[in-house]
């Protein structure tokens, strides 16, 4: 069996493409062509002109991937930035990464901030940096304590929400849909920005619809559902619904059907 090498970088230059055991960037590097790797670690600058398929993959540095990505899991604590379509089991992002294309992932973990111009297609979705996803969003789970913006439809089994910021989704499908203000937003320190910066917590959407829906913070124009409660901080034009209805707090409905 033919030994695969290795490939380091650790000052500046240009590399060709190929297949490789582990490539390590620490230093300044441009691969032109194709890579295909078990490990690929970048701690430096590195562009990569061509697809890439690899076991693991770490960045904690910067690069440019003009391309598409097929690797098991995928860590970024630095930059990132893909050209092309994602596929992969797990992706860990502390740091900030940009996608060009669709993502498809069994688990996504953003806790930095991260941008998708395409679909993302995920099992488990959780959230607690910043996501902006162009496209849908479609997932068994999706947990989001930080601040999105999808701009299609955001698709899930379980849908959880805590509003730590504005969210906007165009629209939310889901089975069970649970949407609340952080318990932050009564502290001290919230009461004190308030005072100092325009900060509002809450989710815009054009249409919520599911089976069990329980909303805080929320500003849609509609609302369909089985059992619905309307809690604190809602503005609701319309709501249908199948079950029954709450309204709490000083949640809002304009127009309610039972249909």
């Known amino acids: 069996m033919e030994t695969k090498q290795n490939l380091k970088i650790s000052g500046s230059g240009s590399f060709g493409g190929g297949i490789y055991d582990e490539v390590k960037i620490s230093g300044s590097g441009t691969i032109n062509g194709d890579l295909e790797c078990n490990t690929l670690k970048c ?58 294309g669709d993502v498809r992932t069994r688990k996504i973990k953003i806790s930095g901030g991260s941008s998708i111009d395409g679909n993302l297609h995920g099992e488990e979705v959780d959230i607690s940096g910043s996501i902006n996803i162009k496209k849908d969003c479609e997932s068994e789970s999706f947990k989001a304590s930080g601040g999105m913006n999808i701009e299609g439809l955001l698709n899930a089994g379980e849908v959880n929400i805590n509003l730590y910021g504005r969210c906007r989704a165009k629209e939310i499908g889901g ?85």
């Open 43 to 100: 701690s430096g600058s590195a562009d990569i002109v061509g697809n890439v398929v690899s076991k693991n993959m770490k960045f904690s540095g910067s690069a440019n991937i003009k391309g598409s990505v097929k690797t098991e899991t995928i860590e970024v604590s630095g930059s990132v930035k893909i050209n092309g379509n994602m596929d992969t089991d797990e992706i860990k992002v502390s740091g900030g990464s940009q996608i060009f």
């Open 175 to 259: 089975e069970n849909i649970n949407v609340r203000l952080s318990a932050f937003d009564e502290s001290i320190v919230a009461k004190f920005l308030k005072t100092m910066f325009s900060y509002r917590r809450e989710l815009i959407t054009e249409a919520i619809e599911g089976d069990n829906i329980y909303l805080e913070g929320t500003t849609a124009k509609i609302v369909r559902g089985n059992n619905v409660t309307i809690g604190r901080g809602c503005y609701i034009e319309k709501v249908e619904y199948s079950g029954e209805i709450k309204i709490v707090d000083d949640g809002k409905v304009e127009n309610q059907m039972r249909i």
